[in-house]
Structures are given as C-alpha cells and as structure tokens.
C-alpha cells in the first residue's frame, strides 16, 4: 500500500524455534523492541517497525511441514508458522485436503501471520475462523520461554485455551512459531458464478435465496460494488463478464459452490440462477456461470484482484469493518457524501469510493483510493467512519486487526473495562513491552505499558 514505512538496524532469519527462544530471550534482558514478521502482507501496518528501535524477526525460514496425518480421520496439518499458505495448499492436494483459510494474499502470506493476525477471508462463511480452525500453537513467549501447545487432539476441554489469546494478537504477546491446523477433503466439485444486480436492494434478498435453494454447498457469498468491479476489471484483474453483460448493474456477487456431486452441484446452481432470471421482477440482470476450471479462477481473480487493483489505481485508506448487510450501501454511500461535502471527491484528491467484501459474514471493505495520502483526507476519514461503525455496534477491524492503523480506535469496538483486560494480559505476558510495541492496544495514559526500550539504530527496511 505505500501507507506504513518502518526503520530497523536488523532483519534476523531464524530457522527453528530454538533460535527465535534465543533471539527473544536476548531482547528481552537487552529490552529490544520485536517486530515478527511473516509475508509483510498486512493491511494494517502491524508488520513494519514504528521507530522504537526494533528488530525484525521474519519467519520465512521456518518453512517446512512438520506433520500431516491424512489416515488417522483428524486430518491434521502441523507446519512451521513462515509456510507460505500457497504452499501448504499445493502439499495438500495430493491427500485431497484443502486449508480452511483463503486470501487473495495466498502466494506471500504466511500461516503464522494468518494466525496471528485472526484473517478471515473468503472460506470463512464455509469452515469458520481460525479460533475454530487451529486446535493447537507453539509460540516463543516474550521471556523467550517457548510455550508448547501444538496439540493435534479434535476435543482438549482442560482449563483456559490459552492459544486463543495469541490468535489474532498480532505478534504482541509472542512469536507464533508452529501451528496445528484442520484440513478439510477437498470438495469434489466446485462452482462459481458471477451475478450482475440492478440495485443493492437485490443483495439481501439474493443472499437468502442462496442459502435456502443451495444449503449446504453454498460455500461463499462476496459482495463486489459497481466501482470495485470497473477498477478490478480496468487493472486486468481476471475477467468477470462482458461490458453488455454487466451494463448498468449497480453491483455484483459472486457465489461459489462446494459440494460432493459435481452434476448435482452445478444444476443447483444454474436451477438457482434460471429461477431468478424468470422472475416477474428479477433479482439479477444477468449472470455467467463458469463453465471450465479457466473460467472458475477467472472469476475468482476478479474479487480477488480487487486489493491489487485499488493499489495500482492510487493510494488506498482501507476500512474493514463489520456492519448490518442492510447498511452496507448507506456507509459507502455516507462516505462519498462527506468527502463531497469536503471539497475532496475528484481527480485532484480521491478518486475513487468502493465497496466489496464478505456478505456472508457481514464483512465490508471500504477503500477510499485518493491519488495520494495527506492530513486532509484521513481528518475527513477519521473518525467519521468509525463513528459511523460505532452507530451500528459493528466492528472496526472484521478481519485485518488493528495493526498500528486502528490502535487509537479500539475503543469504537470495545469499551474500558475490555480495553483494561487487555492491557492487563499484555503486562502479564510482557512486561518490559517488547513484542510489537505500538501496535493493538492505544498508547495508555501514564503509558506504564510501554516501557522504554533500547534504540539500535536504524537502516531502512520496506
Ligand atoms: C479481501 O477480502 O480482498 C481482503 O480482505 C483484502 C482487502 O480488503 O483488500
Ligand atoms: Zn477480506
């Protein structure tokens, strides 16, 4: 995104969890700022240093697959935290699994990342969150200790589940180094179509006909606004369907099935679509179903290009939240209207106001594309739209955390007592506040939990 730059004196590549336990240890008695580091693909800054004197600790040489049972029923996969999620999927498909994780990121992204960051994506209507999904971690504790929890076991109902505190802690309670995670089979035969719609009062509708016409193959819902499908489309992000085909269609969706009968599958589906488009007032203007494996990823590429897209159209402030589907339109809607009433909508400031996002899981992603980031915009942005979060009791990080962007904002999403546990639990485990300073929880005020650290310098790293 161009948005977070960090310095750091040193990058360390640790290949096993024992150099990490030695690396944190040192740290800690020398009080050394930590920045863990998986992909770097992040949208929220929790990845790069904030100037405190850090060092990166990247993952990426802890590659490998420790353990993977396709026998034993459990379906188990066990790897190493710096495994590319690309990666673990291609080792998988010869014993029929799949990861229950997907991002458009897949090709970078790591799984200790993903697990330390709670992501969501688009598998998530489907097989849950990573809180469902992990059954166990290895993580090097701030002291260095390395706490091993890399259980494989389906049901371990003894006492508190301390793992679910470093899911999604973005790195500042610890370094994952190890996860175990379920694999589900392979579906057999999977689909998807790509739905054009007249307004965004179709979307909901739609969604409930989908999930009552497809059950239980219904294995992903997005939501692609008219603006993010002319930008994915103009950056060459995959092809959806003709220019005619889309004509005036306010917004799209994409449905993907998953199921056990490829035949079965596909005449749900196009039972599905032929019934909306013979209605007296259809729900859709039109729709192409995939017809070969080309096609399939050729739709997928086009909602998950769209992150690639805006980034190549101009700088991005990306808002990821969650909020009633009903009011996915009016926030997109209220955002451009702010920026209007600003003096900030056009060519000279922001370009573009898109939507698109996880309907299924009530997950929106609002990206502003300005043609370049200043004080203006984002004092027009914020807290406008967290405040707009705050009057739907939604979320102001559905699945990309809070990083170093949104750690001032946590309050929209949680209230004191919440934000004081937390602070409790960071001491708790890291006291001298050495794992990703800056980042989650806001700056306190007598600030007793960030304590100073030891600058190492700088040298610049991306
Ligand atoms: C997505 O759903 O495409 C990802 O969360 C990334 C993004 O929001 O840009
Ligand atoms: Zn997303």
Not at 177 to 182: A, C, D, E, F, Q
Not at 272 to 301: C, M, R, Y
Request: aromatic residues 6%.
């Amino acid at each position: 995104m161009g948005k977070y730059h960090g310095t750091s004196s040193t990058v360390l590549r640790p290949r096993t969890t024992k150099e990490v336990s030695e690396i944190v240890k040192y740290c800690n008695e020398k009080r050394i700022g930590i920045v863990p580091q998986g992909g770097n693909t992040g949208l929220v800054g929790g990845s790069v240093p904030t100037g405190r004197g850090e060092l990166v600790v990247s993952l990426g040489s802890m590659n490998k697959v420790r353990h993977f049972d396709p026998v034993s029923g459990m379906c188990t996969l066990v790897a190493d935290a710096g495994c590319v999620l690309q990666s673990l999927t291609d080792y998988l498909a010869p014993h029929n699994h799949i990861m229950p994780v997907e991002f458009g990121a897949k090709g970078s992204c790591m799984i200790g990342g993903n697990c330390a960051t709670n992501a969501g994506g688009v598998r998530l209507l489907r097989y849950g969150s990573l809180h469902g999904t992990v059954l166990g971690l290895e993580v090097v504790l701030p002291d260095g200790t390395i706490l091993d929890q890399l259980t494989t076991l389906r049901k371990d109902n003894t006492g508190y589940d301390l793992k679910q505190l470093f899911i999604g802690s973005e790195g500042t309670l610890g370094i994952i180094t190890g996860v175990s995670i379920l694999t589900p089979p392979a579906p057999q035969a999977s689909s998807n179509a790509l739905l054009a719609l007249p307004s965004f009062d179709s979307v909901l509708p739609l969604f409930k006909r989908a999930k009552r016409e497809l059950s239980e193959i219904l294995s992903a819902f997005e939501f692609i606004d008219r603006g993010a499908y002319d930008l994915s489309v103009r950056h060459g992000q995959g092809r959806g369907m003709s220019p005619e085909e889309a004509g005036g269609a306010e917004c799209f969706v994409l449905i993907e099935t998953s199921g056990g009968r490829r035949e079965h599958d596909e005449e749900k589906l196009s039972d599905l679509l032929e019934h909306l488009l013979s209605e007296d007032k259809p729900l859709i203007n039109t729709g192409v179903l995939s017809q070969d494996a080309t096609q399939f990823s050729n739709i997928w590429s086009l909602r998950e290009g769209i992150t690639e897209a805006v980034s190549k159209e101009g700088k991005a402030y990306k808002y990821d939240i969650s909020i009633p589907l009903s009011a996915f339109k009016e926030v997109v809607d209220a955002t451009k209207d702010r920026l209007r009433e600003k003096g900030l909508l056009g060519p000279h400031a922001v370009k573009e106001v898109v939507g698109y996002g996880h309907i299924g899981d009530g997950n929106l992603h609002l990206n502003v594309v300005a043609a370049a980031y200043t004080s203006e915009i984002e004092a027009a942005l914020e807290p406008f739209v967290y405040e707009l979060v705050g009057k739907y009791k939604g979320s102001i990080s559905a699945e990309h955390g809070l990083g170093v962007m949104k750690a001032h904002a946590l309050h929209y999403s949680k209230n004191g007592i919440s934000i004081e546990w937390m602070r409790r639990i960071k001491d708790l485990f890291d006291p001298n506040g050495i794992m990703n300073p800056g980042k989650v929880l806001p700056p306190a005020s007598g600030a007793s939990h960030e304590p100073s650290l030891k600058n190492t310098g700088s040298g610049r790293v991306a």
